[in-house]
């Protein structure tokens, strides 16, 4: 079975070789810490939980080495920690901030059933590796410290490295002409990056010590966000590793950056062999922005009723992302939702009731259409498949030359499924918790079924039928019957 990937540094489809089998090193950007992680932010998660899946059933699940930081030092957390805590000394604020939201991120993607990576490296953890190579940077002649209006900094010098803008397809003499931004005085170059700033002592900091042409130089300060990832993905992985992932906008300047520090810090040409993004998101056909109103996060989308007025189980939403190639930009949309969650129904359906033995073989339809550039549509595609093919012929399915009965086969799909994420629960908790979950009470419905009964007493179907459809929109399955007296009565049961 071979692995192609697509590599946004040769813009093409390449297969794909580890450096080292057995310790195969992948690391992908996780959250700024300050806020609660957006549906935009679930994408590479989810993504990238799905690679990692991939590559443990290809190479062995003691032989892929994941890391995925978490950013717990930045201008925003600061920001957000004055905030909302004013009262408290900035840095016990700070702390507040990072780790209740650190914590509300574990949920969040527990709940998508993303697997936590091997190593989760905090950026406050490793300080000490940023300042080392910040000082490599300065010693090979990449970077150099400055006196801007904020205070010192050190600077990575863009034009020192010839190959800088690779990664995003940008020249150097493209962005002094094209740079937004005015020409900081302090900086040689108007594209030169902040690996290591001054703080006030009110400012969250940390003594870095530079050596700057045999002096040495003490900046009580922190790190940009760039250096971060440097730092920690060298501190876990090495100086080049094997995949390196994120979101599209990550490209530049992020990754651009990243690529620059550590290639020019340890004398490498690569970082990385394989770049990987994932594409946009859009909500209902529009970019979610908090000014436009449709800025969801994932806790509102699993716990409130802001999206669709209602909330929904995080598998819908693992569903509705990964129908999606990664590499396409994604309409995040209620109808996308719901049609993921009648899929789930189906296979839940499929399980219910059914003795599930043991079953550990991946599907090759689904581990061919991941291998293909983490096809997940089809994988799905194929999924659905395998539920479908048991329902149609139960006993009599042939696999490995013998006849599988019905349950064989449902454990099979269970496999897989569980493969993908899918399917974690026990089918009959799975429905009962969606009841739970409704977003409308008993008593709603009662008084909305009772005036569908007055409604057809009195004739008015126009008015009688509205109400059933208002029902059926929230999930609600009508059925008319009559009593024993012959008056008209109507059950209801949550729609599969
Ligand atoms: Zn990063």
């Known amino acids: 079975m071979s692995l192609t990937l697509y590599n946004t540094l040769t813009r093409k489809k390449e297969p794909f070789t580890p450096i080292n089998p057995a310790d195969v090193r992948m690391y992908v950007c996780g959250p700024t810490v300050y806020d609660f992680a957006h549906i935009g932010n679930a994408r590479p998660v989810i993504v ?7 590559l443990r059933h290809v190479y062995g699940e003691g032989h892929v080495r994941y890391v995925r930081n978490i950013t717990d030092v930045d201008d925003k957390i600061n920001d957000r920690a004055a905030r909302d805590y004013p009262d408290m000394a900035l840095n016990d604020a700070i702390r507040k901030v990072t780790e209740s939201t ?139 590793f094997d995949i390196h992932g994120g979101g599209i906008d990550l490209v530049f300047p992020h990754h651009e950056n990243e690529i620059a520090q ?45 999206f669709g007025g209602r909330s ?30 009648k899929t789930l129904d189906r296979w839940y359906t499929n399980l219910l009731g059914r003795k599930l033995a043991l079953s550990s073989k991946l599907d090759n339809s689904i581990v061919q259409s991941l291998s293909d550039d983490m096809n997940t549509s089809l994988a799905i595609n194929h999924l659905n498949d395998i539920f479908r093919s048991f329902k149609d012929t139960p006993f009599s399915r042939q696999a490995d030359g ?30 009962a918790l969606k009841k739970k979950n409704l977003s409308v009470s008993n008593e709603i419905i009662q008084n909305l079924i009772s005036s569908r009964i007055e409604a057809r007493r009195v004739k008015n179907f126009a008015e009688s039928d509205r109400l059933r459809d208002e029902l059926v929109a929230m999930g609600i ?8 007296d012959g008056n008209p009565t109507t059950t209801w049961e949550v729609k599969r």
């Open 102 to 240: 650190a914590a509300q991120f574990h949920a969040d993607v527990a709940a998508l059933r993303c697997l936590p990576p091997t190593v989760e490296p905090r950026a406050t953890d490793n300080i000490v590796e940023m300042v080392g190579i910040i000082n490599r940077l300065i010693a090979n002649g990449h970077a150099y410290i400055a006196k801007g209006e904020q205070g010192r900094e050190v600077l990575f010098e863009v034009s020192s490295m010839p190959a800088y803008g690779a990664l995003s397809n940008r020249k150097l003499d493209e962005q002094i002409e094209g740079a937004r931004v005015a020409v900081e005085a302090h900086k040689r170059h108007a594209a030169d990056f902040v690996l290591w700033k001054e703080s006030s002592l009110s400012e969250p900091g940390w003594n870095g010590a530079f050596v700057e042409g045999g002096a040495e130089v003490s900046i009580y300060g922190r790190p940009g966000w760039h250096i971060e990832c440097s730092a920690m993905s060298h501190r876990y992985l090495g100086e080049t």
């Open 312 to 341: 929904w189980p995080g598998e819908v939403l693992r569903l509705a992302m990964l129908k999606t190639h990664y590499r396409q930009p994604i309409d995040f949309t209620v109808k996308a939702l719901e049609e993921a969650e």
């Open 402 to 431: 013998g006849d599988i009965r019905d349950d064989d086969w449902a454990a099979h799909a269970l496999f897989n499924a569980r493969f993908l994420g899918f399917c974690e629960q026990d089918p009959d908790k799975w429905f």
């Open 262 to 306: 550590s290639c020019c810090a340890f004398g490498r040409d690569v970082m990385a062999n394989v770049w990987m993004h994932n594409g946009f998101l859009q909500v209902e056909g529009q970019k979610m922005s908090k000014s436009l109103g449709n800025f969801v996060t994932i806790h509102e989308l699993l716990a409130t009723e802001k």
């Open 477 to 484: 399955q009508l059925k008319d019957g009559k009593d024993a």
């Open 48 to 54: 990238f939980d799905v690679l990692y899946r991939l």
